[in-house]
């Protein structure tokens, strides 16, 4: 959610702040905000809405030269967006500024005691309240500004990511983390912090991850790290393997058209490696083949994107290795008592790692004693960490918050997770693995033949741009493709739209269906399910009887669609298993053109996070 960015060093740490905050712009926001250090004193500039209000503001307000400073993208939690409400938030002395990414659950007591003391304060944050108890910690802590941060959070519960400056200590930054991202960049006489890595990246590519409750000392010159008790803390050193070019949009309109268009390498990076010899090889995976061969069931979660992910690859788990597998909301998950035990495997989805609801999953999951396999795009994030191994899917950063090569590289990395269990396992003969793995490798080139042909897609969005609902149906895999082709419409195009399992139309949603309503069927191959197949087009007509508009989506020789689609769309022939891969991409595609014929942000759509870190 919230972008965070602390800055120490030589350069003009307004500049790489605001910059930072740039980068960090495609996690979802409604106010920004900077605080420098400078001359003994903080300039605080903070303005609701776009980063180019705050721009806006420093441009007739400029702040003085100065080397320190941080800054912040605020998604409103406690309080709306209004410019009061904006961070940073600075003490009753105007000493200290803090910004915070989390929410502090036990504000409302911490704000009461405040209060009671006589402290006067001016907004409706949760935030506010940190900024006052740091200014009052800090004579005790004998003014060391990490002493006092240490301090405070061990009185705070709840997730929270906390900055802060001082006005008279430059070249000083402190953080602070539990259940929420921040990550530090080492440079050469300068260092940073940030909630990601992409709000560095043009300066440093090394990277420390902040483990669980850890406080961060930042000088130009030294890292300090410790854990709320003052303890030395251990940390992890890497590299980011992909540079500040590959977070621009590269000449397209969008972040989401570029992103869309790089899925086919996404896919084959996602393989890249862990095919040798026609077998797969996953040394990452740090399970042992005893331990795999002990597992008896399957539990995935996820939310969003990642959960219809998820859904897809629970076809392909149970057919290739015959474990059962279940499929849970993570945000639902811990809720319902779920049955687990030592031979539970739960797989965690998520791009960023540091999904709230996912990350409380995978916690109750490891409490009950299964094992957690983490899917994960981003490199030292806290579900990779908290996890017991990692599958990481090297789709490179993702910036628009509406996914699209996620989604793709993450049914990928449970495929090749699924076929090395099977591996494992012995339940799979190797020639069938080999001619599995040999499909999967061919389809970063089919999903290439697709965006070869998007333009008939971009005109179909232009014919139905007035259309006041979608509807999206399929079968089998296709469904959950159903799925997440309607969540892209809702996301970025803001409009009504359902998917639905084809063979539920007539148990409810066939009333939806009216005159010249676009519904999307998802037709699955016609070789190896011919029933399938068979039955999809028997609803294909039953949408077309009632005056509904058929937009099928089929494979290049499929014929015995044509006389019931109004539209068709051609895809690559392959697997019905491998089909989501070339299903989904026409389906982005058309979201992303008709969110811009709508004229709405397709990068940065209302009320929504990139990565959203708060239950």
Same mark, same amino acid.
């Given at each position: 959610m919230c972008g965070i960015v602390g800055y120490v060093g030589s350069k003009q740490a307004v500049d790489v702040v605001v910059d930072g905050l740039r980068r960090l712009e495609y996690r979802g926001y409604d106010s920004a905000g900077v605080a420098i250090v400078a001359d003994?004193?903080?300039?605080?500039?903070?303005?609701?809405?776009?980063?180019?209000?705050?721009?806006?503001?420093?441009? #007739?307000? @400029?702040?003085?030269?100065?080397?320190?400073?941080?800054g912040h993208t605020r998604w409103a939690t406690h309080g709306g967006p209004t410019d009061a409400n904006a961070h940073p938030h600075v003490s009753e002395d105007g000493k200290v500024a803090i910004i915070h990414n989390g929410i502090i659950e036990n504000f409302a007591e911490l704000r009461a005691e405040l209060l009671a003391a006589g402290v006067h304060l001016t907004s409706e944050t949760d935030t506010e309240v940190v900024a006052h108890l740091l200014a009052a910690a800090l004579p005790a802590a004998d003014g060391d500004l990490a002493e006092a941060m240490r301090r405070v959070c061990r009185r705070l519960a709840g997730a929270f990511t906390l900055v802060a400056a001082h006005a008279d200590m430059p070249g000083v930054v402190v953080g602070a983390r539990r259940n929420s991202p921040l990550v530090v960049g080492r440079?050469?006489? /300068?260092?940073?912090?940030?909630? &990601?890595?992409?709000?560095?990246?043009?300066?440093?590519?090394?990277?420390?991850?902040? *483990?669980? &409750?850890?406080?961060? /000392?930042?000088? @130009? &010159?030294?890292?300090? %790290?410790?854990?709320?008790?003052?303890?030395?803390?251990?940390? =992890?050193?890497?590299e980011v393997t992909w540079d500040a070019a590959a977070a621009e949009k590269g000449g397209y309109d969008t972040f989401m058209l570029k992103?869309? =268009?790089?899925? $086919?390498?996404?896919?084959?990076?996602?393989?890249?490696?862990?095919?040798?010899? *026609?077998?797969?090889?996953?040394?990452?995976?740090?399970?042992? +083949?005893? +331990?795999?061969?002990?597992?008896?069931?399957?539990?995935?979660?996820?939310?969003?994107?990642?959960? =219809?992910?998820? !859904?897809?690859?629970?076809?392909?788990?149970? #057919?290739?290795?015959?474990? @059962?597998? +279940?499929?849970?909301?993570?945000? /639902?998950?811990?809720?319902?008592? $779920?049955?687990?035990?030592? #031979?539970?495997?739960?797989?965690?989805?998520?791009q960023s790692g540091e999904t709230m609801d996912t990350l409380m999953a995978l916690r109750y999951a490891k409490e009950q004693g299964s094992r957690v396999l983490a899917i994960c795009n981003t490199q030292g994030s806290t579900i990779p960490r908290e996890s017991d191994a990692v599958l990481y899917t090297h789709a490179g950063p993702e910036v628009a918050v509406a996914s699209t090569k996620a989604f793709l590289t993450q049914i990928v990395a449970v495929y090749v997770f699924a076929l090395y269990f099977g591996q494992v396992r012995g339940n799979m003969y190797d020639e069938e693995i080999q001619h599995l793995i040999a499909q999967v490798a061919d389809m970063p080139q089919k999903v290439d033949l697709v965006l070869d042909t998007v333009e008939p897609i971009r005109a179909l969005a232009r014919t139905y741009a007035d259309a006041h609902s979608v509807l999206f149906i399929g079968r089998h895999v296709g469904y959950p493709v159903a799925l997440e082709g309607a969540l892209k419409l809702k996301e970025i195009a803001y409009m009504h739209a359902e998917g639905f399992a084809a063979g539920e139309l007539k148990h *409810? $949603?066939?009333?939806?269906? /009216?005159?010249? !309503? $676009?519904?999307?069927? %998802?037709? @699955?191959?016609?070789?190896?399910?011919?029933?399938? #197949?068979e039955k999809m087009v028997s609803n294909i007509q039953e949408v077309r009887a009632r005056g509904a508009h058929t937009i099928v989506l089929a494979e290049e020789d499929d014929d015995s669609v044509l006389d019931y689609a109004d539209h068709i769309i051609r895809i690559p022939a392959c697997s019905t298993l491998l089909q989501p891969l070339v299903a989904t991409v026409p389906l982005q595609v058309f979201a992303c053109e008709m969110a811009t014929l709508r004229g709405f942000d397709v990068d940065q759509p209302r009320n929504l996070a990139k990565s959203v870190t708060v239950e």
């Open positions: 003994g004193a903080l300039a605080v500039r903070k303005k609701a809405g776009k980063l180019a209000n705050l721009r806006d503001v420093l441009d #007739h307000d @400029p702040t003085p030269a100065s080397g320190t400073g941080i440079g050469d006489g /300068e260092n940073f912090l940030a909630s &990601d890595v992409a709000a560095f990246i043009a300066h440093t590519r090394h990277a420390i991850e902040l *483990g669980q &409750d850890q406080v961060v /000392e930042l000088r @130009p &010159d030294r890292i300090t %790290v410790t854990d709320f008790h003052g303890a030395p803390a251990q940390v =992890h050193e890497y992103e869309i =268009h790089e899925q $086919p390498k996404a896919v084959a990076d996602t393989l890249l490696g862990r095919i040798k010899h *026609g077998r797969l090889t996953l040394d990452e995976l740090q399970f042992s +083949e005893e +331990e795999l061969r002990s597992v008896d069931k399957i539990i995935i979660t996820a939310c969003g994107t990642a959960f =219809h992910a998820g !859904l897809v690859a629970k076809y392909a788990i149970e #057919h290739w290795t015959r474990v @059962p597998c +279940e499929v849970e909301l993570a945000s /639902e998950f811990r809720y319902r008592d $779920p049955i687990l035990d030592r #031979h539970t495997l739960v797989i965690a989805i998520s *409810g $949603p066939i009333a939806l269906l /009216e005159e010249g !309503l $676009p519904v999307f069927v %998802v037709v @699955p191959p016609p070789a190896g399910r011919s029933v399938l #197949h």
